[in-house]
């Protein structure tokens, strides 16, 4: 398998097979073991490994929300359909890593509850997301489809949170990166809307 395959053919191979173990045990495991190190024996270390968390989790989420309009207007590039069919994988890893992260950092802080819940701080943004996305990961399994009526409209939750967590992440790093990625993110989603609503008969949404 070479670039030619993964890029226009959507080609995974053993990535595909591997990922829902990664997903769910291997990374996370592996992660809360660096994390609870920091906690007992090196707090220092929490800075890191609660910054790297968050920054995994912030850029898993905005490439999940991305991934779909991608596949939409670029169909000849299959590795966005490929990755389009991972999104609960990749989803469940960004509640693990956003997790994980709000951990690391509460013992890093010293947070109590009235600094996450103060309006004034830009902790409650990343709380509210992280509320947010719990009801998403506990849904995110073939029964909770099934017998959900509105897990689809359930689901869409996923763009609330993913506003609050930018507007976290943003706020916290002074970044301009992340508001440039929101502006992308709006320019790819009328991109989307505009492209399914012209074209139709030759692309169905329910594929992607
Ligand atoms: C209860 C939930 C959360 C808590 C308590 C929390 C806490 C914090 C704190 C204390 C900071 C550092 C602020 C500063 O430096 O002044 C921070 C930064 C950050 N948070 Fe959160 N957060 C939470 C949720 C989230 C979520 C859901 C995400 C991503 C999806 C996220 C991603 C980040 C990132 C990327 C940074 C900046 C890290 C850096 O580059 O320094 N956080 N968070």
Known sequence: MNLNDIIFQGRTGKFRKY???????????????????????????????????????MYLLAFIMMVRPLAVLLPKLKIFFAFSSMRKELGILTFYLALLHSIGYFFAFDLTPADIFNPQDIIVY???????????????NTFSFRKLKYWKQLHRLAYIAV??????????????????????????KIGEFYKLHTNQKTINPKSI
């Open 19 to 57: 990922l829902p173990t990664l997903s769910y045990y291997i990374i996370p495991l592996l992660l809360l073991g660096w994390i609870t190190y920091g906690i007992f024996f090196n707090p220092i270390n929490l800075y890191d490994s609660g910054k790297y968390t968050g920054q995994w989790s």
């Open 126 to 140: 990343g709380f509210i997301s992280l509320l947010i996305m719990l009801p998403l990961y506990l849904t995110s």
């Open 163 to 188: 506003i609050f967590a930018l507007i976290h992440v943003g706020k916290a790093t002074g970044d301009i990166i992340w508001y440039i990625l929101v502006a992308v993110f709006i320019a790819l």
